[in-house]
C-alpha cells in the first residue's frame, strides 16, 4: 500500500505534559481516516502537527513521499498543500460564496483562467452554483460548511482535514451532510484524516480509524474490525453499544455472575471482560453451553425488536430481544459460541 500521509514517532507535550507519545500514523492515498478519542486524547493536536501551526518535539511528518517536518526540515503550512475544514466554517461574511473561493485562491498565484476553472469546478461538485452570489448570512448552516469544503477543493490539496466539522448542526442535518460531505471528497478521490469524538459519524464515514487513548493509538483498524473484535475493553467501551460484564479467566473459561458454568475464552487466566454485543442474544435453548442469567431492569420499544436492561452482579446489560420482557423478571439468554469475545483486562 503506497502511503499519501505518515507520521513516525511523533512526540509532542504541552505545558512538560506528554500529550502525544512516539504515535506512528500512515494513510493511504484517496484513503479516509478518523481520529476517534475522548478529549485530550491528542487527536486535535495530530492535527495541528500535521497541517504545521504546531511543531513537534520528535518524529517526522511526510506527505505524498515528501518530509513536511523532521528535526532537520520544516514545511511552512502555505506550502504544505493541506485543506483544513473547521466546525465554525471561517467564512468572510461580507464576501459572496464565489467571493470566499477566490480569497482562498490567491496565495497561489494563479493564472486567471485557471483560477476561474478551479472555482467553477468546486461550485459545481459541491452543488453551490445557483448561490455563488450570495453571502453567508443568507446560507443554511449546512451550505456554509459545502462553501468551506468546496473552498478546500479549489486548492487542490494533497490531503483534507476535518475538525469536528458537523458539531455546529442538528442531528438530521448532521446525517445527511456527512454523505454528502464524504460522497464529495471521495467523487474527488482526495485523501482526508477526520477528527471525531463521535463513535457513529466515525463508522459511518471511514476507511479505517485510529482510537486514540492518552496521545497513543489503541487500535487502527477498519470499522468492521473495530466492531467484530476491538483490541482491549478500552477500544470496546468506546466505540458504544457493547456491554461489558468483569469476571475472571480460568482453565480457558470466563467465569462472571450468571454465567453458569463459564464462557470460551482464548486469553490467559486472570482478570477478564466478556463484551456482549446487544444483538447477539438468544433464547437459551440455542445455547444452553454459553447462557447467563440476570434481572430485567428496562424494556424499551425499538420497532424492530425491545430493547432490555439486564442487571448481571454488578453489571448492567443491555439485549435486543424479541418480545417485551417485564422489569424484576429474570431472564435467562444465550450467545453464539463464535460471537464470545473474551478480552483479558
Given amino acids: 500500500m503506497t502511503t499519501a500521509l505518515s507520521c513516525t514517532r511523533i512526540t509532542k507535550s504541552l505545558g512538560g505534559k506528554p500529550v502525544l507519545k512516539a504515535l506512528d500514523l500512515d494513510v493511504a492515498p484517496s484513503e479516509v481516516v478518523s481520529l476517534l478519542g475522548a478529549s485530550g486524547s491528542g487527536k486535535t493536536t495530530l492535527l495541528r502537527l500535521i497541517t504545521g501551526l504546531m511543531m513537534p518535539d520528535a518524529g517526522r511528518i511526510m506527505l505524498d513521499g515528501r518530509v513536511i517536518w523532521s528535526p532537520d526540515t520544516v514545511v511552512p503550512p502555505e506550502r504544505r498543500r493541506i ?32 483560477a476561474r476553472a478551479r472555482i467553477d469546478h468546486a461550485l459545481e461538485v459541491a452543488r453551490l452554483g445557483p448561490l455563488r452570489d450570495r453571502l453567508p448570512a443568507a446560507l443554511s448552516g449546512g451550505q456554509q460548511q459545502r462553501v468551506a469544503i468546496a473552498r478546500c477543493l479549489a486548492a487542490r490539496p494533497a490531503l483534507m482535514l476535518f475538525d469536528e466539522p458537523l458539531s455546529n448542526l442538528d442531528a438530521a442535518l448532521r446525517e445527511d451532510l456527512r454523505t454528502e460531505m464524504m460522497d464529495l471528497v471521495r467523487r474527488e478521490g482526495i485523501t482526508v484524516v477526520y477528527v471525531t469524538h463521535d463513535q457513529a459519524e466515525a463508522m459511518a464515514l471511514s476507511d479505517r480509524i ?34 461489558l460484564l468483569e469476571g475472571r479467566i480460568e482453565g480457558g473459561r470466563f467465569r462472571a455472575p450468571g454465567t453458569g458454568a463459564g464462557l470460551p475464552a482464548c486469553a490467559g487466566p486472570g482478570p477478564g471482560v466478556l463484551v456482549i454485543r446487544p444483538e447477539d442474544a438468544r433464547p437459551a435453548s ?22 432490555l436492561g439486564l442487571d448481571i452482579g454488578p453489571a448492567r446489560v443491555r439485549l435486543d430481544w424479541p418480545h417485551r420482557v417485564a422489569p424484576g423478571e429474570t431472564l435467562t439468554f444465550s450467545l453464539p459460541p463464535s460471537r464470545c469475545v473474551v478480552l483479558a483486562r
Fill in 83 to 114: 485543506g483544513m475544514v473547521f466546525q465554525d466554517y471561517a467564512l468572510w461574511p461580507h464576501m459572496t460564496v464565489e467571493g470566499n473561493l477566490a480569497f482562498g485562491l490567491k496565495a497561489h498565484k494563479l493564472p486567471a483562467a485557471e
Fill in 210 to 243: 485510529a482510537v486514540m487513548r492518552e496521545g497513543t493509538i489503541a487500535q487502527f483498524d477498519t470499522p468492521e474490525r473495530l466492531y467484530e473484535a476491538p483490541a482491549s475493553p478500552f477500544v470496546a467501551g468506546f466505540i458504544g453499544g457493547f456491554s
Fill in 286 to 307: 440455542d445455547h444452553p453451553d454459553v447462557h447467563l442469567s440476570g434481572r430485567v431492569v428496562s424494556a424499551a420499544y425499538q420497532g424492530r425488536c425491545w430493547r
